[in-house]
Every structure is written in C-alpha cells, then in structure tokens.
DNA sequence: GCGCAATATAGCAAATGGCGCATAAATGGA
DNA sequence: TCCATTTATGCGCCATTTGCTATATTGCGC
C-alpha cells in the first residue's frame, strides 16, 4: 500500500485503507499514536489543519512513512524509479 | 532528491536543501506557496506542529511531494540528511 | 430488526499556528 | 571589511487544533 499524498484527503484515505487493511480501529490506532479515536476521525476524513506531528504519529502507528520525492503524475513507472 | 521523512526535522532538512538546489530564498517560496518568510523559517527548522496544509504547500512549492509508504529499515542514504 | 462495536459530533479549556509588522542576527559577495 | 540580502526572532491577534467527557449516529454480524 503506498500512494501518492498531495492532499489531505488523500492522506486521509490512504491512512484508513491502511488501518482497515491492519484490522485496526481508530480506538486502536489512537492508542499506538497516543491520540485520541476523535482525532483519527478527523484525519482520516482530511483535516487539513491538522498538525504535522498528529500526522507522523498516526503514519508511524500504521507502520508507515513520508517519502518526499519530486512531484511526478503518478505512474506506476514513476513509482518503479524510487524503489 | 528523495528522502526519508519521517520526523519534522527531516522534512524541514529535505525542504531547505531542494530550496537551495532551486536557487531560491524563503521568501520566494513563500510567495509561491502563498506563506510569509517566517513561516518558511520556522517549517526548515522543523516545526513539529505546523499545519499539515502548510506543509503540503511548501511541497508543492517545491515541486515536490509526499508520498505514503511502508516504514524501511532507514538505510544511510535514507538517512543522509542528518549529516 | 436487534444489539454492540465503531465512527462521527458537540461543548469547553488549553495550547499553538500563521498573519501582520518590526527588527535582530547571520550570510555572502565584492 | 562593508553592505545588501537572507534568515531568525518577537509581540499582539484571531482562528483552529487536540484533549476531555459525553453523546449521537452509523455499520456490521446475527
């Protein structure tokens, strides 16, 4: 599961697909990144002012990461060229 | 220029140094990403609790961009930027 | 349908971002 | 070294987060 993250709401979509995929839920998560279920509501539905660090957590309790690559139109082959 | 960014340190790093690689200051990265000079500041030196639509706008400023993957095993050339 | 878990919503308090504006400090080129 | 540019810091202000405690509401299995 990786994706593209250029808005909140794609980082919010992609988080849940992930969590579900884990079997997790927004309880759970909250209580691996110290946040609470509210607070994964609101990400997972793409706040977009939510703090950086809210979002690090969140990644991290999934066992995910940020990659900071240059902005590509999303192919598969760009994906191929990183890893 | 691609890179771990799993800590907003590591994101203001990547940001300073794909910055300086475009020949550009604060300010006109601010400009483009419709952002004071200050706030530039702040998000280099790794601001923790910047907005997450503050972050996604200095990318895009960039041209750059996040993108959501598996945690690794934080190789050195993933983790060049703490040199 | 029922019932329980899961998710979304609400009000309040504390904390903090980013803006405007100003200015100090650091950096770099000639 | 000097000076212009760049970067960092400070303060007041308003908006918004997140936590807390509860509570709707939705969703899913039976």
Redesign the interface.
């Known amino acids: ?8 709401n794609q ?1 919010g979509n ?2 849940r697909r992930t969590r579900k995929k884990r079997g997790l839920s927004q309880s759970q998560v909250g209580a691996r990144a110290g946040l609470r279920q509210e607070t994964i509501s609101l990400i997972e539905t793409g ?7 809210t ?2 957590a969140v ?2 309790a999934l ?10 139109k999303g192919t598969a082959a760009d994906l191929e060229d ?2």
Chains 1, 2 share one sequence.
């Open positions: 599961m990786t994706g593209l993250a250029r808005t909140p980082i992609l988080i706040n977009p002012a939510a703090k950086l660090e979002i690090l990644l991290a066992d995910l990461e940020f990659r900071i690559v240059p902005r590509t990183i890893f």
